[in-house]
């Protein structure tokens, strides 16, 4: 009795020990996955969150103000940790492009310029009108001022310069290479 007796003293203790290793190394290894997941992994929350630009404070702390009347495609790379203007200064640290685009867009009298040379006299401002535009995956409205300037300031992942623009008034568009416009002539029915 006594040699069985020894024996379940034994087997109760290797099995004590055994769920004891057992649970131990359970406790580290989820600590381990929790511990990954809260510095390596981002939440979701942090990923859908939108920044919001301010693209005046953008432009002066990356030194890139271009005048307005100055037509054409400019383009500067940054890095969103070391400007402010929205833009987080410790996460989500990436380079991206900041893009302006100055055009002015006139409209032509349709009667009479197809065979003619088109001058001054031919052209009116497309003045004050609300267009909508898109380029790559965003998509924006712009108001040209009296003589028919258009702005369009946007921040990209990579350089947008040779994907096509699509500005458009209602049923009216046109396509051109982001880096390629500077006056658009259109017919007269954009003026109207």
Same mark, same amino acid.
């Given at each position: 009795?006594?040699?069985?007796?020894?024996?379940?003293?034994?087997?109760?203790?290797?099995?004590?020990?055994?769920?004891?290793?057992?649970?131990?190394?359970?406790?580290?290894?989820?600590?381990?996955?929790?511990?990954?997941?809260?510095?390596?992994?981002?939440?979701?929350?942090?990923?859908?969150?939108?920044?919001?630009?301010?693209?005046?404070?953008?432009?002066?702390?990356?030194?890139?103000?271009?005048?307005?009347?100055?037509?054409?495609?400019?383009?500067?790379?940054?890095?969103?940790?070391?400007?402010?203007?929205?833009?987080?200064?410790?996460?989500?640290?990436?380079? +991206?492009?900041?893009?302006?685009?100055?055009?002015?867009?006139?409209? /032509?009298?349709? #009667?009479? &310029? *197809?065979?003619? $040379?088109?001058?001054?006299?031919?052209?009116?401002?497309?003045?004050?009108?609300?267009?909508?535009?898109?380029?790559?995956?965003?998509?924006?409205?712009?108001?040209?001022?009296?003589?028919?300037?258009?702005?369009?300031?946007?921040?990209?992942?990579?350089?947008?310069?040779?994907?096509? +623009?699509?500005?458009?008034?209602?049923?009216?568009?046109?396509?051109? /290479?982001?880096? #390629?416009? &500077? *006056?658009?002539? $259109?017919?007269?029915?954009?003026?109207?």
């Amino acid at each position: 009795m006594k040699k069985h007796y020894g024996l379940g003293i034994c087997f109760g203790l290797s099995i004590l020990l055994v769920g004891c290793a057992g649970t131990q190394k359970i406790e580290r290894e989820t600590v381990k996955a929790e511990e990954y997941r809260s510095t390596k992994l981002p939440t979701q929350t942090n990923e859908k969150q939108e920044e919001l630009i301010n693209y005046d404070v953008l432009e002066q702390s990356i030194n890139f103000k271009i005048d307005t009347e100055k037509l054409g495609y400019f383009q500067k790379q940054f890095n969103t940790c070391r400007v402010g203007a929205g833009y987080s200064p410790n996460s989500n640290c990436r380079s +991206l492009t900041y893009t302006i685009i100055h055009f002015r867009i006139r409209c /032509r009298d349709t #009667e009479g &310029t *197809t065979s003619e $040379v088109v001058t001054e006299a031919n052209l009116t401002d497309n003045s004050n009108k609300t267009m909508h535009w898109t380029l790559k995956n965003k998509t924006g409205e712009l108001t040209t001022n009296g003589e028919g300037y258009g702005q369009i300031r946007e921040v990209y992942q990579g350089s947008p310069k040779r994907d096509r +623009l699509r500005i458009s008034d209602g049923k009216k568009f046109l396509y051109l /290479r982001a880096n #390629e416009i &500077t *006056t658009a002539i $259109v017919p007269s029915n954009w003026c109207n």
